[in-house]
């Protein structure tokens, strides 16, 4: 193709149907602007002159419809860069050409057609000592497209000596509700432009070029101009320093050498600048390749304070040193980079300035440092609270403004994210079982290959879950003893709710579904059992049914309401049915009521529960535990000689009691235990700390000659 041949600009090297179809509009409709507006400052960068006298002038021109409102008919866009001499002209043919380095691949032309009808380019540029004018438009017609063309030259030319310019007209959008977006007053093109471009204005804020933006109706309306005074300063600067490092003996080794790096901090409202970043800055331009993006790990991207974020620039001779032909490519290795390309080189690795920037960041604000300080406390009490797992918290994005929830749910997230990869390799493994056949060579090889995995990865996916659980014991635990401790705020009030508040901790007052409680802190066995908490006796059912009569004999009716009471109202606190014949009694005591003067409470509601029930409920063994914290064990035994001491256990027991048949043809037997709430407490902290250390003990990495395979 002869490149300044007037016509069509045939391009044999792609099929531009196909690259169209494939390039599809951007889901920002404001792209082609700010595609036109990045394409203006990279011409100017390209010049060796002073960017400060250079200009990019944005027209907004606009039309009144019927009801007078306005709306956007035309953008031009001009600019006094490096304009489209030969080669700018040849990379703007070529598709995805990224010489020009800035992360520019060249489809942003490809937007410019997918938004308007009239893509218009007006070029006057500098050819050695003479100017010469290079007309072209885009299209993506019928007619472009049959001869493989989306650029037309309309004219080349000598020109006479002017001053450079490169202006871009876009009209006539070719989508209809793009216009709602477009038409908006200058001002909100000038906010535009300051919210999208703020790194680099902040990057160049003191050699901008001039940046006017102009509204025309039938003429000049408005002027607006974006200079320093609308651009944050510097807010704080740091230095720090490097060591070189050279390779010998195999090992990369700090050496005296040393280069000097500047941290730039910008303080800039959140509403502009959507997360913290931290970049390389080299000749003055910020680093965009890919290789070469920073990670900002001591603060999270979406940090702030007092409603700003930061924008840091690392700016160093060292970097630019490294700067190649192509800008912001550099020759700056990381540590995963061949080792031996580096022999007896002089490096200083991208990670190292990575590394040490980070440490830099959060010693640059007190208030960064405190608050940093603030969120790794937090991560460390929800990690000892929960017994969150650490490779989770390293991994995560956890900002300094995050709440304790918020923490949990990321956490919570990349749990179930490993759950779900997981559960779909053991599907794997289970599913590769059909296809065995015992009777291949292969067979026992292969099946203790699928075994060996189920043996590493159910272990894994059952830990989250696992790891849940303990961690809620260990809270129900700590609230029993801020319980028994008195320091819940609820127990400042002036009436003793001790009883109530262990109560219900244990096992809801009034509810059925012991299986939800937490009465494992006294016998694990107990949450299997079907229950009842403080329930009148009347009401307490088995499978729906009533245990207790509803019709009663003479002498029953009688002994029942004797003395004007109402005895199968009575409210035991907790009654649990572990199996035909059995029942298990709870008595929960104020903390501060001395249990010996309850001792017959449990006896006296298993004497109503054997003697008072239904036929088919022959309740007659009975285990009863009355709890408190005051009791003495001489007491006991002289209000009832029958009580034990078990002293090394730290609580009283009684091995049998009868209960008397009066109105059944049998009699029960009791089993009764008088315990402290303490002792309950320091029996399921030690059986906790057991599930703790064994759900924690270090693994042990591909043994699977222990496996019981």
């Known amino acids: 193709?002869?490149?300044?041949?007037?016509?069509?600009?045939?391009?044999?090297?792609?099929?531009?149907?196909?690259?169209?179809?494939?390039?599809?509009?951007?889901?920002?409709?404001?792209?082609?602007?700010?595609?036109?507006?990045?394409?203006?400052?990279?011409?100017?960068?390209?010049?060796?002159?002073?960017?400060?006298?250079?200009?990019?002038?944005?027209?907004?021109?606009?039309?009144?419809?019927?009801?007078?409102?306005?709306?956007?008919?035309?953008?031009?866009?001009?600019?006094?860069?490096?304009?489209?001499?030969?080669?700018?002209?040849?990379?703007?043919?070529?598709?995805?050409?990224?010489?020009?380095?800035?992360?520019?691949?060249?489809?942003?032309?490809i937007q410019l057609l997918h938004s308007f009808s009239t893509v218009q380019f007006d070029s006057i540029y500098q050819d050695g000592d003479k100017f010469k004018r290079r007309q072209f438009h885009l299209g993506k017609s019928k007619p472009f497209l049959k001869e493989n063309a989306i650029v037309f030259l309309d004219s080349y030319s000598e020109t006479v000596s002017v001053p450079r310019r490169t202006t871009l007209t876009l009209s006539h959008l070719l989508v209809e509700k793009d216009h709602s977006t477009f038409n908006m007053p200058l001002p909100g093109y000038k906010e535009l432009l300051l919210h999208r471009y703020i790194q680099y204005f902040c990057a160049h804020r003191d050699k901008l070029p001039n940046i006017i933006l102009e509204a025309y109706s039938d003429k000049l309306e408005e002027t607006l101009t974006i200079t320093k005074e609308d651009i944050p300063a510097e807010d704080s600067k740091r230095e720090f320093a490097l060591n070189y490092k050279i390779r010998r003996e195999g090992e990369f080794q700090n050496i005296e050498k040393v280069e000097n790096f500047t941290l730039h901090a910008f303080k800039i409202p959140k509403n502009k600048l959507s997360k913290n970043i931290l970049a390389l800055t080299s000749k003055g331009e910020i680093v965009e390749d890919d290789g070469f993006r920073l990670s900002l790990n001591s603060i999270s991207a979406d940090d702030h304070l007092e409603n700003n974020r930061f924008l840091f620039l690392i700016s160093s001779e060292y970097i630019n040193n490294q700067d190649s032909n192509i800008r912001g490519q550099l020759n700056i290795p990381r540590r995963d980079t061949d080792a031996t390309l580096f022999d007896e080189q002089e490096v200083i690795f991208l990670e190292d300035i990575e590394d040490t920037a980070n440490s830099t960041v959060v010693n640059m604000y007190e208030q960064l440092s405190h608050k940093a300080e603030e969120r790794y406390q937090r991560i460390a009490d929800l990690k000892e609270m929960f017994l969150l797992d650490e490779n989770y918290l390293f991994r995560l994005n956890i900002s300094i403004n995050d709440t304790e929830e918020d923490i949990l749910k990321k956490v919570y997230r990349e749990e179930s994210k490993k759950a779900a990869t997981i559960d779909a390799q053991l599907k794997n493994s289970i599913d590769q079982l059909e296809h065995l056949d015992p009777r291949t060579n292969d067979y026992d090889i292969r099946l203790g290959q699928i075994a060996s995995m189920l043996s590493r990865e159910i272990p894994h996916q059952n830990r989250a879950a696992l790891t849940h659980y303990v961690a809620r014991r260990r809270l129900v635990l700590e609230i029993f003893d801020k319980v028994l401790q008195r320091k819940l705020t609820v127990q400042n009030a002036k009436r003793n709710e001790d009883e109530s508040l262990l109560h219900n901790l244990l096992f809801t007052q009034r509810t059925t579904s012991s299986d939800q409680s937490d009465l494992w802190v006294l016998n694990e066995d107990f949450v299997l059992f079907k229950g009842v908490s403080e329930m009148k006796l009347k009401d307490v059912t088995i499978d729906g049914q009533r245990i207790f009569k509803e019709r009663f004999t003479t002498d029953e009716q009688r002994f029942i309401h004797a003395n004007g009471q109402k005895r199968l109202d009575k409210r035991p606190d907790v009654l649990l049915f572990p199996a035909e014949e059995k029942c298990i009694i709870l008595e929960f005591k104020t903390p501060d009521t001395d249990v010996t003067d309850h001792l017959a409470d449990v006896f006296y509601y298993a004497s109503l529960i054997l003697n008072l029930t239904k036929s088919e409920f022959p309740f007659k063994t009975f285990y009863g535990y009355l709890i408190g914290e005051t009791l003495e064990p001489l007491d006991m035994k002289f209000t009832d000689s029958d009580f034990v001491n078990a002293g090394h256990f730290n609580f009283s027991y009684r091995p049998f009691k009868r209960i008397v048949g009066e109105f059944k043809n049998f009699d029960g037997a009791l089993y009764t235990e008088v315990l402290k709430y303490s002792t309950l407490l320091e029996r399921a902290t030690k059986r906790n700390e057991t599930l703790i250390n064994k759900l924690f003990e270090p693994s042990i990495e591909n043994s699977d000659d222990d496996l019981p395979f």
């Open 1 to 109: 193709m002869e490149l300044n041949k007037l016509g069509f600009q045939t391009n044999q090297g792609l099929h531009y149907p196909a690259v169209l179809g494939e390039v599809k509009k951007s889901g920002n409709t404001l792209q082609p602007l700010f595609e036109a507006f990045t394409n203006a400052l990279e011409a100017i960068a390209q010049l060796k002159t002073d960017p400060t006298k250079e200009e990019v002038r944005l027209q907004i021109h606009y039309v009144s419809d019927l009801a007078q409102e306005k709306i956007m008919n035309k953008i031009v866009i001009q600019d006094t860069g490096i304009g489209f001499n030969d080669d700018e002209f040849r990379r703007f043919l070529t598709f995805k050409d990224d010489r020009k380095g800035y992360h520019n691949k060249g489809s942003g032309r």
